[in-house]
């Protein structure tokens, strides 16, 4: 029988046709070889599909306004300005969270040595053949190959056992920014899974269990924050599958986010417990208070650029991105409406004034005075790009000393007082915010489904809900419904059990298997 490493090679080379393909859907043709449709797409007026209608091709449009551009190496993007700045406003915020955690940040290099990789030979397996190597150097070959880091355990562990010596050098609490390298061969998706992507990963060492437990929490209670309070994305917290766990680790923890358009789960980001499977393997041990030697409890979590994938596809709409306020890096986009024979400078001043006022707040805002575009042309741009709140200042508005704004999320126009512009314009945004959460999470309950029984299951599955169903916790029988589901579009599996469980009445069934349920689980296909 083929290992999990054989089979997916075997993947690996259906998938290059796939592959080829997308490549070409992805790049836009050059110079002197545009099509008609992408020269309407220049235009930035309006997308060529509805997010109904083709989401695929209706979320690499909108992230190509001007989230990512697409690269000559496929599963590659060029992260933007418009995105690297939601990268960074979730950044700023983690990291200081951590910080007053006490984690500290370090740096470890991109390159792991072929020992070192092998060394956790079992859980390394399944992953191997999205280990990408270097193997030249110019034209000669490197006497021993390099693989690129795909994650940093193996980095990071040999120094740990170096570091660690005795009771005093725990906790040891570490946390590194950057980027990693797993060479996917699956449909590559901006931002959801591309070949290279930026990510926090934090490796902790504790003494004891409960210290390691605790930890788990209290990081995943960030990441939910991060979805929910600044992306404004509901999540489910729980615990994954023995089967969906991190195979190095004891158990895996998760924020699981749903995008009604393709019934499809996913994971937002995991806060694992290791517990001692790699103080074994790397020797991280210490001597404790009573002169023993002791080994170490270790903890590993990483959130990706993935979560801008999940608030884009959540949030987007017809006309495009939907930023939430507190990751937009332009929250108010004030325009001028000149006419003919208006006071054109004494808009221009308004506007030059308000973003002035704005700014000075501490909102981000931007004016938009170029003279080669119409105002709505830029009306339409702006909302392409999703900046929470428009301003709009006319020859009315000067004469009534107000402002217009348009909200993003519902369209909704208002006429504000210029003495209570910030005011107003901060109420505005803090709604935006608030309403933009709470029409997701509406829309993500219209998908929950909870059923009982295999019928109920299928049935939901084909109408892309979110299934929420009575398991009785068993990698066997996960594996079976992943066999009996396995189709086109992917085969089912548990999101997770989360830790908000709904009462289990005695002798509840499993849906799958008719054994006695043990609790609640999420399923459905995922990304
Ligand atoms: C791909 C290639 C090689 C995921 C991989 O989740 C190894 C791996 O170990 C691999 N893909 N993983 C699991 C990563 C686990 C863990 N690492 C630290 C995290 C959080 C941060």
Redesign the pocket.
């Known amino acids: 029988m083929a290992g999990p490493s054989e089979q997916k090679e075997k993947a690996v080379k259906e998938k290059v046709v796939k592959e080829k393909v997308v490549k070409e859907k992805g790049a836009t043709a050059g110079p002197g070889g545009k099509k008609k449709k992408d020269v309407k797409k220049e235009t930035g007026l309006g997308l060529s599909v509805k997010k109904d209608e083709n989401f695929g091709e209706w979320y690499s449009e909108v992230c190509k306004h001007e989230m990512i551009e697409y690269y000559d190496i496929s599963g590659c993007y060029i992260l933007r300005p418009w995105s690297m700045a939601i990268w960074e406003i979730m950044q700023t915020f983690f990291d200081a969270e951590i910080k007053k955690m006490k984690v500290k940040n370090c740096y470890f290099p991109l390159f792991v040595s072929p020992g070192v990789l092998e060394k956790e030979k079992d859980?390394?397996e399944g992953?191997?053949p999205?280990?990408a190597w270097v193997t030249k150097s110019g034209k000669s070959d490197l006497e021993v190959p390099i693989a690129i880091r795909?994650?940093?355990?193996t980095v990071m562990y040999p120094y740990y056992s170096k570091w660690i010596r005795g009771h005093r050098d725990l906790p040891l609490k570490l946390n590194q920014w950057c980027n990693v390298v797993?060479w996917e061969f699956s449909n590559p998706t901006p931002f959801i899974r591309s070949r290279e992507f930026l990510?926090q990963?934090?490796?902790t060492a504790f003494a004891t269990k409960e210290e390691a437990d605790e930890e788990v929490l209290q990081i995943l209670e960030l990441y939910r924050r991060i979805y929910e309070e600044y992306l404004a994305v509901p999540v489910v917290k729980g615990m994954k599958s023995e089967n969906e766990k991190?195979?190095?680790?004891l158990y895996?923890t998760s924020v699981e986010a749903f995008i009604p358009n393709t019934g499809r789960g996913v994971q937002g980001a995991?806060?694992?417990c290791l517990g001692q499977n790699f103080a074994k393997m790397f020797e991280i041990n210490y001597e404790n208070e009573k002169g023993e030697t002791a080994m170490v409890w270790q903890n590993?979590?990483?959130y990706s650029t993935r979560t801008i994938g999940v608030m884009i596809m959540t949030h987007g709409d017809d006309k495009g991105l939907i930023l939430p306020p507190k990751v937009a890096s332009v929250q108010v986009v004030v325009i001028p409406v000149p006419y003919k024979d208006a006071n054109t400078q004494g808009i221009f001043d308004a506007c030059t004034a308000t973003v002035s006022a704005l700014s000075e707040a501490g909102i981000r805002a931007e004016e938009d005075l170029r003279d080669n575009y119409s105002p709505g042309w830029k009306y339409s741009n702006w909302e392409m790009k999703g900046v929470p709140l428009r301003i709009e200042i006319g020859p009315r508005d000067l004469e009534n000393d107000q402002v217009r704004t348009v909200r993003r999320d519902n369209g909704v126009k208002a006429d504000i007082p210029r003495g209570s512009l910030v005011k107003h314009v901060k109420e505005l945004l803090e709604k935006i915010q608030q309403n933009m959460y709470e029409v997701a999470k509406q829309k993500r309950e219209a998908c929950v489904q909870e059923i009982k029984t295999w019928d109920e299951f299928i049935k939901a599955l084909n109408e892309k809900k979110l299934i929420l169903a009575p398991w009785c916790d068993e990698e066997e029988v996960e594996r079976e419904v992943k066999t009996r589901t396995k189709g086109e579009t992917g085969a089912a599996k548990t999101l997770c059990s989360p830790f908000d469980q709904p009462e289990l009445p005695e002798g509840t069934l499993c849906f799958a298997s008719g054994k006695p349920a043990k609790k609640w689980t999420y399923w459905g296909r995922s990304y």
């Open positions: 859980h390394i992953f191997a999205e280990v795909p994650t940093s355990e797993r990510w990963e934090g490796h991190f195979a190095g680790g895996t995991t806060s694992h590993s979590w990483a």
